[in-house]
């Protein structure tokens, strides 16, 4: 999910849709039946969201990402094209003459770069993708430079020397340095470390109770799972579906742009998280999303308000499975879904998200069965299209 940062909060608000309870559009429904016969395992969409999880990729940088795409999505492709910004697009091809569907998962993660070695050996940084800076302070991260990892800590002055007017305030990213042991510059720079080294949050994958886990870019392996999940669930399609893993999505839906118009598609549905809103502090009016209830549907965000007709696929699509579903509008933020919207004479989208908890942080919460049923209703909203349009 994009992070809108330069929007302030009460800026751009659609306050008389956010205010509804969740309810489908007021749209002629259309009858469908087609049934979903294959069952999804969660052992794999545990384990492919513990290994694109614990990998790093962070913006810019999402080549151990994209690989273990081609990996995974290999099996349900009939071919696989890596595009000059190097977005991974697998092509499951139809019948001539039906819809081209683009999904579309991010594969980048919000997190930090080296921007300065100090000559104390310190790596200053600018910050990937929307990051609140008071979550910094004392993680954890690895730095990812040309051959290695090395283990680092986010330090600050300590508080035992702050001034109470200091220890009040916000520290601003720009007063954080990451301290990876090095003695001075020299022995950073002899260690690998250079300015242009990604730095991720070191978490590591676990799983929660029966259902939830917890981990590090679910924002938006998630929706990379979903997407590999629905690949594997759909099997022969009438439609050409093109499952795109973008590049560049938190600094601004960038690697969606050029995906989108390199695939020129009919449709497009992008997975990707949103706010779960079921923890203390967030008011109704907010979200109504809530972890383990069915991905969400979009109404409209910061960028997108999505077509009707979309909308109304899915709903139908989940009402004649029987997926749970949850409906959502007025967030502020949005997906590669708006950009690609815009893409040459327009293309109606779609989100179908995951609400996963603490998104754009070093670590995030969400139920498995969410995914399970996104990729679900994906799969079942493909294997209609051509009801629809
Ligand atoms: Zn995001």
Request: proline share 5%; glycine share 8%; aromatic share 6%.
């Amino acid at each position: 999910m994009f992070l809108f940062i330069h929007l302030q909060k009460g800026g751009w608000r659609s306050s008389k849709l956010a205010m509804m309870q969740p309810q489908p559009f007021n749209i002629k429904p259309v009858n469908l039946h087609t049934t979903l016969t294959k069952k999804v395992p969660s052992l794999s969409i545990n384990q492919n969201l513990e290994r694109l999880s614990n990998a790093c990729g962070v913006t810019g940088r999402e080549s151990q990402v994209r690989d273990l795409m081609v990996e995974l999505l290999k099996p349900y492709a009939d071919e696989i094209q890596i595009d000059k910004l190097e977005n991974v697009i697998a092509i499951k091809k139809g019948k001539p003459k039906k819809p081209k569907i683009m999904l579309a998962a991010h594969m980048d993660e919000i997190g930090l770069m080296v921007k300065t070695i100090t000559k104390e050996g310190f790596l200053q940084f600018s910050k990937m993708g929307g990051i609140d800076d008071r979550i910094l302070p004392a993680q954890k991260v690895t730095v990812y430079t040309a051959k290695n990892t090395y283990p680092g800590i986010i330090g600050s002055k300590p508080p035992h020397i702050q001034k109470e007017e200091e220890r009040k305030k916000i520290i601003s990213f720009d007063e954080l340095f990451i301290d990876v042991g090095a003695a001075n510059r020299e022995d950073a720079q002899s260690m690998g470390v250079a300015v242009g080294d990604s730095v991720s949050f070191d978490t590591t994958y676990q799983t929660l109770g029966e259902d939830a886990a917890l981990g590090k870019a679910f924002d938006n392996r998630a929706g990379c799972v979903t997407m590999i999940e629905a690949m594997r669930l759909m099997e022969k399609t009438e439609c050409t579906v093109f499952a795109v893993g973008t590049v560049q999505e938190e600094v601004g839906l960038r690697g969606a742009a050029t995906a989108a118009f390199g695939v020129d598609p009919d449709l497009a549905i992008v997975l990707d998280v949103t706010i779960a809103g079921d923890v203390p502090g967030v008011r109704e009016f907010d979200t109504t999303v809530k972890m383990g209830k069915g991905p969400a549907l979009t109404i409209s965000d910061s960028g997108l308000i999505t077509h009707p007709k979309i909308l109304r696929w899915f709903i139908d699509t989940a009402q004649q499975q029987k997926i749970p579903y949850q409906i959502e509008s007025g967030l502020l933020g949005s997906t590669d879904a708006a950009r690609i919207s815009i893409t040459r004479q327009g293309i109606p989208s779609g989100t179908i998200s995951i609400p996963t908890r603490y998104i754009h942080s070093p670590c995030g919460m969400l139920n498995l069965k969410d995914i399970e049923n996104a990729a679900k209703l994906t799969a079942a909203a493909i294997k209609t299209a051509t009801k629809h349009f």
